[in-house]
T-cell receptor, first 107, second 121 residues
């Protein structure tokens, strides 16, 4: 199985900050990397797929980059509604594995 | 509006069985592969199983292979997960999720249901 390592596991930031979350995979996966956001008590929802493509309806302050084994999710200017947990997921080969999550908290 | 609504969760005794359902609306159900993903409360996400739009192709996580069965009834726009020989390690919220095409592919899960909680105790 492809192992996913997200960092940091938690992060405190303020509204307006620029934030970057990293995801590293144990094998190369080209750009088959997706990012999801999950708020407490809610289901995850898709933010970015194929490493850098924004899902329809997702604000442009979110962006993704990377290929191979190293990927990043960046939020350019944090908004109050962005405080949540973020998961990366590889869809290159089964089983589709997820990172352990990055909890983004208000400073 | 695309919507997935799970049901069937609850408290189950160890060794017991449970069937989860997911009713889909707002899209042509048979045209899309589907999957189940679970999440232990307070923990991360684990893919469980997936099925093609026709139902002819299925795949399972090693942790549930031989115990869980994914199926679908396209005439009822409903996805199922039959879970047998349940253990405490199966306690989780189970999410019904949709692929963006008919075959299980390298795509992301583009729509998620709200989840249904299964507790084994």
């Amino acid at each position: 199985d492809i192992q996913m390592t997200q960092s940091p596991s938690s992060l405190s930031a303020s509204v307006g900050d620029r934030v970057t979350i990293t995801c590293r995979t144990s094998q190369t996966i080209a750009t088959y990397l997706n990012w999801y956001q999950q708020k407490p008590g809610k289901a995850p929802h898709l933010l970015i797929y194929a490493a850098s493509t924004l899902q329809s309806g997702v604000p442009s302050r979110f962006s993704g980059s990377g290929s191979g084994t190293d990927f990043t999710l960046t939020i350019s200017s944090l908004q109050p509604e962005d405080f949540a947990t973020y998961y990366c997921q590889q869809s290159y080969s089964p089983p589709r594995t997820f990172g352990q999550g990055t909890r983004l908290e208000i400073k | 509006e695309v919507q997935l609504v799970e049901s069937g969760g609850g408290l189950v005794q160890p060794g017991g069985s449970q069937r989860l359902s997911c009713e889909a609306s707002g899209f042509i159900f048979s045209a899309y592969a589907m999957s189940w993903v679970r999440q232990v409360p307070g923990k991360g996400l684990e893919w469980v199983a997936d099925i093609s739009g026709s139902g002819g192709s299925t795949h399972y996580a090693d942790s549930v292979e031989g115990r869980f069965t994914i199926s679908r009834d396209n005439s009822k726009n409903t996805l199922y997960l039959q879970m047998n020989s349940l253990t405490a390690e199966d306690t989780a919220a189970y999410y019904c999720v949709k692929f963006p095409r008919i075959t299980v592919s390298r795509d992301a899960f583009d729509v998620w249901g709200q989840g249904t909680l299964v507790a084994i105790s």
